[in-house]
């Protein structure tokens, strides 16, 4: 069975760059089961950037996507992840 990824791109008001980062899970066997567990990665990212004195106050965006294997390597542009 294929296995999801989530992709998550995290941008924080007035700062210049955004915050990338991947999760892959063992349970993201579906995207049901990726797409489940978005609010709860997302509100520890916010609440990470919260801690942080220079970011107090400021809007978080995200964008999420779960891709299967075959969705990342199209995405990204990846030949083979061998390569």
Do not use: H, N, Y
């Not at 609010?39 to 964008?63: C, H, L, N, Q, Y």
Request: glycine share 6%; net charge negative.
């Amino acid at each position: 069975m294929d296995a999801f990824t989530m992709i998550i791109l995290a941008c924080v008001a007035g700062e210049p760059k955004c915050t990338s980062a991947r999760v892959a899970d063992v349970r993201f066997t579906s995207i049901e089961a990726c797409e489940a567990r978005i609010d709860s990665i997302t509100d520890t990212m916010t609440a990470d950037f919260g801690k942080k004195p220079e970011f107090k106050g400021r809007a978080v965006t995200f964008d999420v996507s779960c891709m299967g294997r075959k969705d990342l390597l199209q995405t990204f542009g990846i030949a083979d992840l061998d390569a």
